[in-house]
């Protein structure tokens, strides 16, 4: 499950480095945030340019963009390895991904990760809870 998040690292990773090359700050933006739980406060975000502007139709293609690079990220093994490279904190995080366009409020897309992922130094460690 939480490796989907990762793929989803890896995928932004690789999408911004090789193919995003528009700094433009008129461009609209897509963000893609994970937020842990109920939390609106963003611990990893991402952007990328949107070409498909900041109405309806550009929110869903945000939203669209988004939940395929998570879900090319659950085809990834070190998800949750990545996660945890990125947050350099100790937390255990239940991942839920929002995205959101230019200055609109981040909506939540409907994914979110059933087992948190517990990070110690930056690496993986094991969690016990009776959260399903
Ligand atoms: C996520 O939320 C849980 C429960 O509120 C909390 O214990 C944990 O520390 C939070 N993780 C981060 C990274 O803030
Ligand atoms: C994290 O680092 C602390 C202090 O260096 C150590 O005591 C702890 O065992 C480490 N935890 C893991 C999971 O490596
Ligand atoms: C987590 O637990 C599993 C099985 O209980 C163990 O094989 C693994 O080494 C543990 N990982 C860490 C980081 O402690």
Not at 58 to 71: N, S, W
């Amino acid at each position: 499950m939480i490796k989907k998040i990762m793929m989803w690292l890896l995928a932004n990773y690789f999408l911004t480095r090789y193919l995003v090359f528009n700094d433009d700050a008129a461009t609209p933006t897509c963000v893609c945030a994970i937020m842990n739980q109920s939390s609106i406060e963003p611990l990893i975000e991402q952007e990328f340019p949107n070409k498909m502007g900041c109405d309806e139709t550009g929110k869903l293609a945000c939203r669209k963009l988004c939940t395929t690079l998570a879900e090319v990220t659950k085809q990834s093994g070190n998800g949750a390895q990545i996660l945890c490279q990125q947050l350099m904190r100790d937390a255990i995080v239940t991942v839920n991904l929002f995205s959101k366009v230019c200055d609109a409020p981040f909506e939540h897309t409907g994914i979110q990760y059933e087992k948190p992922v517990c990070c110690e130094n930056g690496s993986v460690c094991n969690v016990t809870t009776t959260q399903s």
